[in-house]
């Protein structure tokens, strides 16, 4: 892609930012990890055993870990849609302000679902819980490739899990007993999140847009532009088959991807009206010249006015 991904830039402008807010007491901020910015999950659930995303030299891989029910069944399956996003910015918020890896979970799923910004319903309740924890139990490697000076590459590769244990107490109805449940990351995962490379989000344009959109895709490009716009310093070229290697699926064609990309890029201006991203290169056919979108520095989110 050739905005390059600059971790070590995004991890330093993340940490004031979030310092700023610890500081401040600011509950504007969530959280995100920027890994899986650049590197999404998957959109809907999958059959695959391996999730793969690539952007750059850059590799996310995923391993799905087994997740044990309250009947006591198991099932092993990659996190994907909505709500494994919001389970993602959840733990991630919570250990950034907490400065924990131990996370106490809400004494009621609708109580868990208000943390999570998800409307209320018994549905999106058990599917919360259900994608939390398939987050929690799933194995990641990053890799990147980089070169050595000599002539040839260096491939580095690092390993962990998010989580490394929880115990949630349930009912006989399968409800979050009214008894402490607890999380607890990796402590790898831990320090790449509060440590690293943990991007500010702004939590009323979140709920707001986790609530209004059923669309992955416009949660993703909000958390892209979010940790993007505001940091740069000069406009950014990005092709279209460069958004399709990040964003897309392989059930997508490339022009299907473009019609659900811009429709998923009008409903995040709605929420982040300041973002200057246009789209270039819009004539049909073959003819030469950039087509794509040019990012531009933007004020960073706020907060949705009521």
């Known amino acids: 892609m050739n905005e390059s991904i600059n971790f070590s830039q995004i991890a330093k402008v993340a940490k004031k930012r979030a310092d700023l807010a610890q500081e401040t007491g600011n509950s504007h901020s969530s959280f995100y990890p920027a890994q899986f910015i650049y590197c999404c999950l998957p959109y809907r659930a999958t059959d695959e055993k391996i999730w793969l995303r690539e952007n750059g030299t850059w590799t996310l891989g995923i391993t799905p870990g087994i997740v044990t029910n309250p009947d006591g069944s198991r099932e092993s399956f990659i996190p994907s849609g909505k709500l494994a996003r919001a389970a993602l910015l959840y733990v991630t918020t919570e250990a950034v302000k907490t400065g924990s890896p131990r996370i106490e979970l809400a004494k009621s799923y609708r109580g868990f679902l208000q943390d999570l910004g998800i409307q209320w319903n018994q549905r999106n309740a058990r599917e919360a819980v259900r994608q939390l924890r398939a987050v929690l139990s799933m194995s990641i490697q990053l890799s990147f490739v980089t070169a050595d000076g000599e002539g040839g590459n260096v491939v580095s590769e690092y390993d962990f899990r ?48 986790i609530q209004e959109t059923k669309s992955p895709l416009a949660l993703d490009i909000y ?50 009206p300041g973002a200057n991203v246009r789209e270039m290169g819009t004539g049909q056919g073959k003819t030469k010249g950039f087509k794509g979108l040019v990012l531009y520095r933007s004020v960073p989110p706020l907060p949705p006015k009521n």
């Open 162 to 209: 998010v989580g490394s244990g929880r115990e949630i107490h349930f009912d006989a109805n399968a409800d979050i007993k009214e008894r402490e449940s607890y999380l607890l990351l990796s402590q790898e995962f831990y320090e790449a999140v509060v440590v690293g490379h943990a991007v500010p989000i702004v939590t009323e344009a979140w709920r707001a847009l």
């Open 223 to 272: 958390l892209w532009l979010s940790s993007r716009l505001a940091n740069l310093t000069s406009p950014v070229h990005i092709t279209w088959d460069q958004l399709y290697s990040q964003f897309g699926s392989e059930s997508q064609s490339l022009a299907e991807f473009k019609k659900s990309f811009r429709v998923a890029l009008e409903t995040v201006k709605e929420y982040y």
